[in-house]
């Protein structure tokens, strides 16, 4: 078998989406898997919509999704003489023809075509005219696009997610292959591109059916080996719409700054329409590359949960090293203004130990800047609900007596600390909950946290003795 060579072909228009990161992730599995080439190719030639300056990111969004690519980048704004030559080939052989219809004639002949209730397309005008007229038009130099002749009969191919597809050619009006400017148009570059990048396999969404047959014929007419064409299913929002970013839909960045981690986006994104299978949800990249078959995807459009996103991010969370989430917070902790870089970088141990007690109720790497200010300073706000509940004189008595006893403990440990409020709680004839809850209070002003004796022993003694102080004090006034 000839080496598998497969691309993605993000277009400038805007950042890397989660559908283009999707089909990106499925070609570079299927190249991988197979042991050949995943390319990459920016499609740069529509001038109005494209952005330079948003190639970058693009570029950026592919590597933090942990894509590599095995050549350098090909950019279609810099090939647009080598479509002239294919276009020309087709002109001279005969399956393309000049068209010197205007845009307006071609929009009067589209509304005639729906007021009769038509599908509209192209009347072929220019295609019947006289070798006469055609050659006067020509020696005028009257502006003139180049259509493909689109054959009778009707067209087949075996798609490699859904089977054979077959179209009535009457279906396919001759299509515009080069504009009136000489620019080639989007089927026209694709089909050079892929062939001289020697793409074998296009796996690309469903909604590029239309387009596959419309290549087809230019495949034909240039009489050069069209690659395996496979279509994916389309990721559909909750509401049923595609996922889109004019419908303002997040690209990959956002999810990255909203604390999703590469690898849980990877694999999510991999399971929108494909399956290994055994109903496992969380699968390492290194073993995808292993299972991963087109054979597995499911033609049904999927929905994109977010709520299965981060189940899934948080699983990853917690199979992260503690030092790697430590690199991706510490920026957060800093920018939120919790402390600063050379406090933590002077407490690196101190900083890890915080990441340890706080990834098991993470979600997004985001949630452990809010679950995490107490550790770096005792200015933290209560929450208001619980300071109210426990605004009391029975509460500041038994932090009171808490407190003396945490003082008279010398190894400051988790489990001496757990005895020791245990005491205070029997000696107290309270349930151990009506302990905890203020004390958790008083030494994070939060609710909700880790376990509190492994909150205690990190804080340490002095810092605890203060902050049971502090809650005592804000009750009492």
């Not at 307006?104 to 009347?123: G, T």
Request: net charge neutral; with cysteine.
């Amino acid at each position: 078998m000839p080496e598998i060579r497969v691309r993605i072909a993000p277009s400038p228009s805007g950042y890397l989406h989660v559908g283009t990161a999707r089909t990106a992730i499925f070609n570079w599995l299927f190249a991988r898997h197979h042991g050949g080439k995943f390319l990459v190719r920016i499609e740069d030639t529509d001038t109005a919509r494209s952005d330079a300056d948003l190639i970058g990111p693009i570029l950026d969004a592919l590597k933090w999704l942990g894509l590599d690519w095995d050549e350098e980048p090909i950019y279609q704004s810099q090939r647009l003489d080598r479509y002239k030559v294919y276009v020309n080939k087709l002109l001279e052989s005969g399956y393309a023809y000049r068209c010197y219809c205007t845009p307006d004639e071609l929009e009067a002949e589209r509304q005639k075509a729906m007021a009769e209730k038509r599908p509209p397309k192209y009347d072929r005008k220019c295609l019947n005219r006289s070798e006469a007229e055609a050659k006067a038009l020509l020696e005028k130099n009257t502006p003139f696009a180049i259509r493909l002749q689109i054959p009778d009969g009707e067209t087949s191919y075996d798609d490699l997610v859904l089977g054979k597809i077959t179209r009535q050619n009457t279906e396919i009006e001759d299509l515009v292959i080069s504009r009136a400017d000489g620019r080639a148009v989007y089927n026209m570059a694709v089909v050079v591109d892929d062939f001289e990048m020697g793409i074998t396999h296009v796996i690309r969404g469903n909604d590029h059916i239309s387009n596959t047959f419309k290549q087809i014929h230019i495949y034909r007419g240039l009489g050069i080996k069209q690659p395996r064409f496979g279509h994916l299913p389309l990721i559909l929002r909750p509401d049923r719409k595609k996922v889109s970013k004019r419908l303002g839909d997040k690209d990959v960045a956002e999810y990255g700054k909203e604390g999703i981690l590469p690898e849980a986006l990877f694999n999510f994104l991999c399971l929108l329409g494909w399956s290994p299978k055994d109903n496992r949800e969380l699968v390492r990249k290194e073993e995808l590359v292993q299972i991963f078959a087109l054979e597995n995807v499911n033609a049904a459009n999927p929905i994109f949960n977010e709520e299965k996103l981060l189940a899934l991010n948080k699983e990853y969370i917690k199979l992260y090293p503690d030092y790697k989430l430590a690199e991706i917070v510490a920026p957060l902790i800093v920018q939120a203004g919790h402390t600063t870089k050379y406090w933590l970088e002077t407490r690196w141990d101190y900083f890890l130990k915080i990441i340890g007690l706080l990834k098991e109720r993470c979600r997004r790497t985001t949630d452990f800047v809010s679950l995490s200010e107490y550790f770096f300073h005792a200015e933290y706000r209560y929450d208001q609900e619980a300071l109210e509940k426990h605004r009391n004189e029975k509460t500041a008595r038994a932090l009171r007596r808490l407190k003396d006893r945490l003082e008279g403990v010398m190894n400051f440990r988790k489990e001496s600390l757990e005895e020791a409020l245990n005491e205070v709680a029997l000696e107290l004839g309270v349930k151990k909950g009506d302990l905890i809850h203020p004390t958790r209070l008083a030494v994070s002003g939060m609710t909700v946290g880790p376990g509190l004796y492994d909150m205690l022993e990190l804080l340490g003694k002095s810092e605890i003795l203060a902050r049971l102080q502090r809650l005592i004090d804000t009750i009492e006034k």
